[in-house]
């Protein structure tokens, strides 16, 4: 009897009304999804729409060549490292007051860096936005959850986050290429200061708040937890091959970044074992389709953010294209991904994920496979068009389907620390990404320029700098290696295959709405 009324009890919390009478299945669930979508979108473009504008914040800031990278690193860094923090504060204090304090961070250091006038001031910013995105992003998803009971309202609620946190990229270039080319660099931080305040705003009106519990922050699992995260995204943004060819991965602060990264892991994980209130509750593991779902979901990282990258280099810097140009040339990849994510809330109740899911990891596999087709005498039409619709279409499938694998069925006082890792393992997965497919990409580059330079110098054509030779030579060498990367990515997406038959099991009743069995929900809670 009390097990079933800790499910009677779990169902009302799933379904509680927001203030005003604002309830999931009430008369504006629209508006709940549109204030949580909203946010994800603006915490996940600020990744990207901040590349575009990068060169502009060189030149009126002062940035050395090193330095600049930071601009997106330090951000990448906090919002990295805080996630799993966040997201049982979030547990702990209350979701929407987490979300709605997260958004103010956000928005407050996203105005100051507009206002920056050096670059140490903007380095803070960006680091602060980090933390304040790290609030966000696990209440977010943990409030959908919530909010949106299991079966079609939560699969709708999540296709459209799914399709927000993957087209926020592509819009990002879209939106920062505008806003350089018709305003100032300094518009790609302002932007986010009237969205995240409208936001803020209106999240009390149509979210409900969660209640706080009972307990306090693991604070050796906070330092160690935090800090392996970190280390680990610090040495691999600083690990990868840089475009001359020269390797980073034994320089001291790499070695030290992640040898350090493995020890602080490695602590988390003994005392997440002792600790009778964890940071992150083991039993949120012991699921092997939940397990499957955060592996796999951090493949989707490394190969759609290896995507963006390597892309947006090619296109810029082999066809010439404008930031502008550039962000329209993803508007077909966002259009194929926003149909894909809507098609997937309909496909799910009819044919269950893991058909799904299979068909997401070969789409993706075969798109990136295409994609590594490319040569420097491609058209966009010829060789980008094609496969980024069906890397799209993979990418919206995936994404959506491991969101509900990963969040099924997780206990209501767990859902902020399980949303926390799915965010952890995209953001993880766009680092190692980055690292792994330019440290491929990078050197081929090097090693076809060289190789050429010799094969030209050995037929009595040297190479002069400069000159039409070495324009050639450096385009084909740019092209083969990306297209090396790409091909790497591709292997990374049939690895997620791989991991979506082994260990995902999960049936078609499992995320058709049902009440969770007495015993499951005894279980998780454990």
């Known amino acids: 009897m009390e097990t079933a009324g800790t499910v009677e009890t779990g169902s009302k919390t799933a379904r509680a009304a927001a203030p005003g009478g604002v309830a999931a299945d009430g008369p504006r669930p629209g508006l709940a999804l549109l204030v949580l979508a909203s946010a994800q979108l603006m915490v996940v473009l600020d990744a990207t729409i901040v590349n575009v504008a990068l060169p ?16 997106v690193n330090a951000y990448a860094l906090t919002f990295g490292g805080l996630l ?4 049982r504060a979030g547990d702990l204090l209350g979701r929407r007051k987490m979300f709605i304090a997260g958004l103010l961070l956000f928005s407050a250091a996203s105005l100051a860096g507009g206002f920056a006038i050096s670059p140490a001031f903007l380095l803070v910013a960006r680091a602060v936005q980090g933390a304040g995105g790290a609030l966000v992003a696990p209440a977010a998803l943990s409030l959908i959850t919530t909010t949106f009971p299991e079966g079609a309202p939560r699969t709708r609620a999540l296709g459209v986050y799914a399709a927000m946190s993957i087209a926020g990229g592509a ?20 932007v986010n200061v009237p969205i995240g305040a409208a936001v803020a705003l209106a999240a009390p009106r149509v979210l409900a708040e969660t209640p706080r519990r009972r307990g306090r922050f693991d604070l050796p699992g906070a330092l160690t937890g935090t800090g392996g995260i970190a280390a680990l995204v610090y040495g691999l943004v600083s690990a990868a091959t840089s475009p001359n060819g020269v390797s980073h991965w034994g320089d001291a602060k790499v070695v030290a970044s992640l040898v350090a990264a493995v020890v602080l892991l490695a602590a988390f994980a003994v005392i997440e074992t002792r600790s009778p209130q964890p940071l992150l509750p ?12 955060y592996l796999s979901y951090a493949g989707v990282g490394i190969f759609i953010f290896g995507m963006f ?26 259009a194929a991904l926003l149909i894909a994510a809507g098609a997937v809330t309909q496909l799910v109740p009819r044919i269950g994920a893991r058909p799904l899911l299979l068909a997401g990891s070969a789409a993706s596999t075969g798109g990136l496979y295409w994609l590594s087709r490319i040569s420097e005498h491609d058209t966009y039409a010829s060789a980008v068009l094609g496969p980024t619709m069906v890397i799209g279409v993979g990418t919206a499938l995936l994404f959506v389907t491991l969101s509900l694998v990963a969040l099924n069925r997780v ?61 050639a030579i450096y385009n084909h060498a740019l092209a083969t290696g990306f297209a090396r990367g790409f091909l790497v990515a591709a292997g990374i997406a049939l690895l997620t295959l791989a991991i979506n038959i082994t260990a995902i099991r999960v049936r078609r009743a499992d995320l058709a709405g049902a009440e969770q069995p007495a015993l499951a929900v005894a279980l998780e809670r454990e």
Do not use: C
């Open 282 to 293: 083991l039993r949120l593991l012991r699921d092997r389709n939940r397990t499957g779902a």
């Open 309 to 334: 990258f390597f892309l947006t280099v090619f296109m810029q810097a082999l066809w010439g294209y404008s930031a502008l140009k550039t962000g329209v040339a993803y508007l077909p990849f966002t």
């Open 56 to 71: 502009h914040i060189q030149r009126a800031l002062g940035f050395s060549g090193s330095g600049l990278e930071w601009v």
């Open 411 to 471: 206990a209501e006082a767990d859902s902020g620390v399980a949303s926390s890792l799915l965010n952890t393992g995209q953001q993880l997965g766009g680092s190692i990404g980055l690292a792994l497919l330019g440290t491929v990409a990078w050197t081929v580059v090097a090693h076809s320029i060289h190789a050429q330079a010799a094969v030209a110098a050995r037929a009595g054509h040297p190479v002069h700098p400069g000159g039409p030779l070495a324009a």
């Open 84 to 87: 799993l923090l966040g997201g």
């Open 171 to 190: 819009i990002g270039l879209t939106g920062g290429g505008l806003l350089t080319t018709y305003a100032s660099w300094r518009w790609v931080l302002f």
